[in-house]
């Protein structure tokens, strides 16, 4: 086999706002399987503000993508060469395949897992959303950090993304009195009481997010499942109920400062009303990954669960792609098509 193989490969390392210039691309040899190997062609690339972090020389739950490797990223592939007997030619597959053209593997496991097959009856690309790490995030987040108990107040914010809009699904279906979303835009916030079927939505671009709380919830919030941090989650603080539940999943306002700014001026809420703050990672739950996928695809069957997916097109597009997630621009999974299945 010949050809090329386009990669997308960190340039150099992003100051504030990750740029398009942060990358590189470049053409590389298309690699040949060698025994025990396949190659994957890449169809879809999916994007989550915690790659922002890879990109950062620091100490973290994964090492830092270095200058002149490309891009780490999810990906959904189809085998082209297959050199493994438990792999065929055509297969489709996912994993961390990154920004290239063509992956070489030789399917062991790694840090996030190896190369699994996309299961045969859904769209391929769900298995970088509501089944693949996010949906799976928000299932353990909410469920196992949050606790939500019917009859709860539950609040999320960056609720019209990916993890949040199935983290705040997942609180309705479990029996919660009233979901709160706050995102940003009209069309979001109408897609989560429409389409999501939350309580309600507060738009943070418009309305006072403290205020709103106040006035929706009464100092009543039982859990609160924060993708953002800042402001948004010291709003949430003033307004939490006693022994509430606090899931820290993201916080994607500081992800582009270039100097951290200070914590929550109202921590000591958590002292005052007795509540629980934890964050987590999917890390810790991938041995139950079945029970999540289980219970996401019957929601998704019964009508339960809704997913939005916002996908662009276009291989020379991923940093620009990118940068939709911390421009605001994406509602639900931000995915990327790169090519046709064959």
Not at 49 to 61: H, I, T, V
Not at 87 to 114: I, N, R
Not at 204 to 221: H, M, P, T
Request: charged letters at 25%; one cysteine or more.
């Amino acid at each position: 086999m010949s050809g090329t193989n386009r990669q997308w490969q960190l340039g150099s390392r992003p100051v504030g706002m990750v740029k398009e210039s942060d990358f590189d691309l470049v053409e590389a040899p298309r690699p040949e399987p060698a025994e025990g190997q396949i190659l994957i062609r890449n169809l879809y690339f999916a994007f989550e503000p915690a790659m922002r972090g890879w990109l950062n020389d620091e100490k973290s739950y994964l090492p830092p993508v270095g200058i002149g490797e490309v891009m780490r990223a999810s990906a959904v592939g189809q085998v082209v060469a297959s050199r493994n007997p438990d792999f065929a030619e055509g297969d489709l597959v996912h994993g961390m395949f990154g920004w290239q053209e063509y992956c070489l593997s030789d399917t062991k496991p790694g840090a996030m897992g190896g190369v699994s097959r996309v299961p045969a009856g859904i769209e391929p690309q769900w298995v970088l959303g509501v089944l693949g790490g996010t949906g799976l995030t928000a299932y353990f987040g909410m469920l196992e950090i949050g606790q939500p108990k019917e009859g709860d107040v539950v609040v999320v914010s960056g609720a019209a993304g990916a993890t949040g809009s199935i983290a705040a699904q997942i609180a309705r279906i479990k029996g919660a009195a009233k979901v709160i979303g706050i995102a940003g835009g009209e069309e979001k916030c109408r897609w989560l009481t429409e389409e999501a079927r939350l309580t309600t939505a507060i738009d943070y671009k418009k309305e006072d997010v403290r205020l709103r709380l106040k006035q929706e919830c009464g100092d009543a919030i039982n859990v609160y499942f924060d993708n953002v941090g800042g402001e948004i989650l010291d709003a949430a603080l003033v307004n939490m109920a006693l022994f509430g539940r606090i899931a820290l999943c993201g916080g994607i306002s500081a992800y582009n400062e270039k100097e951290l700014p200070p914590g929550p001026r109202h921590y000591m809420q958590l002292v005052i009303r007795r509540c629980t703050m934890q964050g987590f990672l999917l890390l810790d739950y991938f041995a139950r990954a079945r029970e999540a996928i289980d219970d996401l695809s019957g929601w998704i069957a019964s009508g339960e669960l809704a997913h939005a997916e916002d996908i662009q097109e276009g291989f020379e597009n991923a940093p620009k792609t990118f940068r939709r997630l911390f421009e605001g621009k994406n509602l639900g999974k931000q995915l990327l098509k790169v090519a046709d299945p064959v």
